[in-house]
Structures are given as C-alpha cells and as structure tokens.
C-alpha cells in the first residue's frame, strides 16, 4: 500500500515532482523514490513496505526499458510467477513486480490476470498503460496540464493545483494512449438478469474464507477492524480461525465514544468469543470535532456519510499504528451486496432491489472504499476488504435476488450471509451478535456523536449561508448547514470545479427521511425486538 504519482510528459521539473509526491508521504513512511525515464517521464513512489520489505522499492524496472510503480497488493502473485511469467528474471520478491512483467509478456491485455487490490503505471520509453482494480478498492485519478502533461495520483494532492482538468480514474478500467479508456472488468451480474444462481450456504462460507486467506498475505502484522457488527465480526471470526492454524493470534480494535456505545460493546463480545487481542479506543466529541479540517483535507470529499464516519475511523487507525500493525481486514461490501442497508426493506419489487445492490457494489469507490482507504492511510495503515474478492463478489451478486430481500425472511436484512456462518457444531459467532441489526459505523460508535455533530455545524454556518449555498457552489451544492460545513472546508483546500466533481453524495432510496443515518430509517426504531431471532430455516 503506497502512494504513487506518474507524470507523462518531458520538462517537469524533478525537485517539484518530489515535493508534490510528498503531498502524500502518509501513504508510504517507510521510503520515498522517483525516477526520470531517457524519454523524460517521471515516476514517485511514497512506499508502506508490507511484502519484501528489504528489496521492494519502486519502481521497479522490467527486463527491459519498462518501469513500474503499484499501489496495493496481488494476491496471486506467487502463482504467476510460477505460471505464465516463469522464464521471466525477476529483482525482488515484491508482489508488485509482477505488473511490469505482465506487461512485457502480454501488452496492455492483462488486468484481468491480477487477483488484488490495486492501481499502477507502467512506462516504456514513449508507451505506457494505467490500470485500477475492478471495484476501485485503491484510489486513482488522472488529470491534464496546460503543457498537455497527463498526470496518475493515488491522491489529488499533487495534481490538483498542477492540472487545469483531472478526475477520478474509473474502477475495472485501464488506459493507454492508443486505446483510451478500456473496460476489462466485464462481470456477468452487471447485466441485473443474470441474478440466477441457488443459493448454496456452503459456497458462501468457503468462498468468503478463502477470500479472507488470501488477505492475510504479510510480511508484517496484522489485525482487524472489529465494529461488532456482523460483517468485521465474520471477518474477524474466520480470520481468527485461519490464524490459528499457524499458531497465530489475531489483533482486534474498535472504537466507539465510550466504553457503552452499540459498537463497542459488541465488539467487546465478539473478541472475548473469538481469544483475540482485542483494542478498544474512544475519541470525545470535542475530539472529532476538532480534527474535520484535517480529516477532509486527507478524504478529499464532502459527503456527509463518508465525514462522519471516518472520523472514529481516522482516531482508529491513528491507535493502530501506534502499535506497530501496518495491516487491518474490513468488512466493507457487504451490505451493499446483501441489501443489508435498512432502506432496502423499502424495496418495491426484486428487480428494484437487485439494481441497487448492483449499483451500490458499483458505486462503492466513491464513497465506502474512499473512505475505508483515506481514513486508515491518513496513517499508514493498509485496509483489507474481503467481502469484496472477485470471486466472492462473482458469486454472491448472481444469488437469486428474493434470497436477500429482507422480506424473504421476516424483515431480516442479510438473512442468507449470517445463516451460512450459523453452524451449530462449531458457532462463528455468538447469536446475539451473528443476528444483531444493521448499525451504519457512524451511529454505533454512539448516537451523540452524529447528534452534536449536526448541532455543532448548525453553530457555524448561518441561515443566510445556507440560503445562497447554490449560487456559492454552483455544482452539487449543499441542501443542509452540515453539508455546507463540510463543503466550505473542501473548498478550501480543493477550489478546482474538476475536485467538487470527483464527489458523490450517498442518498438511501425509498425512504422519506434523506438524511444517510441507518437511524433515520424507520426500520430501526423496531431493531431491538428483532435482534436475537434466527427467522426461517434454510
């Protein structure tokens, strides 16, 4: 997990490239590289060092006259190396390498042979190929000068006062000059007709713990973010399972207001269930507050979800590194694949409900992941996300759709996922929290945090304010005094109409309330009678 910064195009001066690259010197403490090309293009590197930790610097030259810089991991990296890459020299034992030797064997057609997290460019004299992984899990954008200078970032630090255009680079697409923008990531469950696979529990199980496996790849500890909802606690429990087959013991961390919050208190549970080494950190109000300058400035957004929850996220990931851990596993995806988010109660029909689960898997990048990303490598920290495996994500988006429409099974969202890890002769997972109702991470780290929160931007922004929000900002203005709040400090940092582009706000359908808190469905208020119960049987 790095930070990288390509420039495409000669005369850039190098000490420049290096300040603007150390923009994000937060993604990769532990080294910093940069390399000219003969042809004049510069490659930097900010570096966490997390598999070959003594020769994996970047970047990393191919065989030839090619050069690479990665951000991210690849899962199967060993497995092409002693495939399709096997008569190739490699220089370290870094997961990366693979990428410029794909490139030198197949050209530009080989994203669709890295199993990973990932964004890279590769530069060969005047050629060169950007790529992102398919669900967008590492950020990208890519931007224009006034010189004609075509920028890649992992963040839009360094570009966006450089570049007179940029955006974000899309999610399962590479490009090259000669071909622009190519689709390689193809799945069949885009087209939302293709929702036609039985449901098979045991599939769901091994496909979601080989997906956790493959994100225990370390050369450095690891642990989890433990929310105590269901999905960090089955991520949590299989990891835990996984590791103790090599005699390892999983870290566990949470957070929450105090020790009483929803979340804490669940996660308490979980960690005593599971034998983790289990975390536990609070952060006042007053606290939060405090840091919402800083924390957007590393968000590079203004949706309100994604603001509220990344500051406990943020505080989190700040205690983790402090403790030596470079590596966490998350549990985001999961309801968007699911349903698990309340308002899909709300459904009108299962084919409603099986495009938002689609677009909302799709649209994940510009909200979930980007958060789940900035949040952590505000400090260092790389976030793991299983539940978005390709594999995983190939199968369960194609289970039939009424198997997840919370309808199916008296109102209970993600119905089929805590039945598949509901084992009675070895249990995940305690009941009570195998079947705990939805908490979107903002609430359950306690309900005053999002309460003063809302009350305190009320403080600073007045009604005038609010009133010429459209005319102040012309592009997705903002409709509420937090909204505007969180705005006028994006806009401080990030003028350019081309940043305010790159956002996108989340809104739950099919509910009067438009306010993103689980809270403000009303599917909540009838949470607590429901949480112990197990529904139907399968």
Known sequence: MCGILVIIGRAKDEQLVGELSKRMSHRGPDESDLHVTEKGHILSHERLSIIDLHSGKQ?????????????????????????????HTFRTKSDSEVIVHLYEEFGYDFCNM??????????????????????????????????????FSSEMKPIADQCKTFSTFPPGHFYTQKTGFVKYYKPE????????????????????????????????????LLSGGLDSSLTSAIASRLLAETGKKLHSFSIGLDADAPDASAARKVAEYLGT????????????????????????????????????????????TD???????????????????????????IEDFQKETIERVQKLFTADLLRADKSTMAHGLEARVPFLDKAFLDMAVRIKAEEKMPKTYE?????????????????YLPEEVLWRQKEQFSDGVGYNWIDKLIDYCATQVTDEQLAGAAA??????????????????????YPQVSAAQTVRKWIPKWQENQDPSGRANAAHVQADTEIAKTGATV
């Open 59 to 87: 970047p990393i030259q191919g065989t030839k006259t090619a050069y690479m810089v990665h951000n991210g991991e690849i899962y199967n990296h060993q497995e092409l190396r002693d495939g399709v890459l096997k008569d």
């Open 114 to 151: 890295l199993d990973g997290d990932w964004a890279f460019v590769v530069v060969d004299g005047d050629d060169f190929i950007a790529g992102r992984d398919p669900m967008g899990v590492k950020p990208l954008y890519y931007g224009l000068d006034e010189r004609g200078r075509i920028y």
């Open 189 to 224: 469950y885009e087209d939302y007709l293709k929702a036609d696979q039985e449901l098979d529990l045991e599939l769901i199980r091994e496909t979601l713990t080989e997906a956790t496996r493959k994100r225990l790849m370390s050369d450095v500890p690891i642990g989890v």
């Open 277 to 320: 080494e289990h975390h536990e950190v609070h952060f006042t109000i007053e606290e939060g507050i405090k840091i919402l300058d800083k924390l957007i400035w590393h968000l590079e957004t203004y949706d309100v979800t994604s603001v509220r929850a990344s500051t406990p996220m943020y505080f989190l990931s700040k205690a983790i």
């Open 323 to 349: 403790l030596g851990i470079k590596v966490v596993l998350s549990g985001e995806g999961a309801d968007e694949i699911f349903g698990g988010y309340l308002y899909f109660r709300n459904a009108p029909s």
């Open 411 to 427: 109102g209970k969202e993600k119905y089929i996922l805590r039945k598949a890890f509901d084992t009675p002769d070895n249990p």
């Open 472 to 493: 102040e900002f012309p592009y997705n203005f903002p409709a509420t005094k937090e909204a505007y709040f969180y705005r006028s400090i994006f806009n401080k940092y």
